[in-house]
C-alpha cells in the first residue's frame, strides 16, 4: 500500500523539526569488553557514532508521582529528538550535550542514556528517544 504522505510533505515537515534543534549532542557508543584468544581482557572502548549532532532534548508534560515511603517522588519522562536523516541510536548509547542556546547553559557537558526509542515509522518527523540523565565523568 503506498503511503498516504507525499515526499514532499513529509521532507517539508522534518525541515521544520530539524530547524528547532537548538542543541548540539555527541553521540557515543560503549563497545562490551571481550577477551581475546590469548584470554587476555580487553576494556571495554568508547566509540563515536556522530559528533555534532543537532538534537532537541524535552520533557514530556505531567510527570507521575510515587509515593515512597512518606516521600512523593517526582518520576519525569525525558524525550531527546535528533533529525529523521541521521545516525540511529541503540539503547545503551550515550549523548552528551556539546552546546546549550544561551538560555540554557546549566544543559552543557550533561550526559544522557538511551532507554528506548519511540517507534511510529514514516509519521515522525524526528527521530525520538527516551532518555535518562547519566553521572558525569
Known sequence: ??????????????SRATAVMEYRCKAERLNKATVDDQLVAQPASRTTLASDLPC???????SSSVLVGDTTVMMQNVQLSTPWNSVILK??????????????????????KVVSTAFAGELRATRRYNVKAVERR
Not at 1 to 14: E, F, L, N
Not at 94 to 112: L, N, S
Open 91 to 112: 539503547k545503551d548509547d550515550e549523548i552528551e550535550i556539546t552546546y546549550a542556546p544561551t538560555q540554557d547553559t546549566a544543559m552543557m557537558g550533561k550526559r544522557f
Open 1 to 14: 500500500m503506498p503511503s498516504p504522505i507525499s515526499p514532499r510533505a513529509r521532507d517539508y515537515v522534518r
Open 56 to 62: 532537541r532534548i524535552w520533557e514530556i508534560q505531567g
